[in-house]
Nanobody, 115 residues
Framework: VQLVESGGGLVQPGGSLRLSCAAS????????MTWYRQAPGKDRELVAL????????TYADSVKGRFTISRDNAKNTVYLQMNSLKPEDTAVYFC?????????WGQGTQVTVSS
């Protein structure tokens, strides 16, 4: 199993970024996918989750209305569209999947929101 995030970077407040997580080594379309983030000195927190079929999504209250999770099962990729970014969104963003009762994490991608 491999999860590889990309798309992070430095953006000004109010800006947008789209993160991608390319998955391999498992049947992607069978599993829910989740984005987490971890800011310096804070615990890792769930940002957004999408079910295997891409129908049902869940968001942290702090990102509702600004972030959108989606997936392309043909490309084995999950996305996180982040709009209206705030300095408090600054964190390392991780892709996560639980497969056969094991936890798998990507290496993370840094998102920095600053003027």
């Amino acid at each position: 199993v491999q999860l590889v995030e990309s798309g992070g970077g430095l953006v000004q407040p109010g800006g947008s970024l789209r993160l991608s997580c390319a998955a391999s080594g498992f049947t992607f379309s069978n599993y829910h996918m989740t984005w987490y983030r971890q800011a310096p000195g804070k615990d890792r927190e769930l940002v957004a989750l999408i079910d295997s079929g891409g129908i049902t999504t869940t968001y942290a209250d702090s990102v509702k209305g600004r972030f959108t999770i989606s997936r392309d099962n043909a490309k084995n990729t999950v996305y996180l569209q982040m709009n209206s970014l705030k300095p408090e969104d600054t964190a390392v963003y991780f892709c996560y999947a639980r497969i056969f009762l094991r936890n798998y994490w990507g290496q993370g991608t840094q998102v920095t929101v600053s003027s």
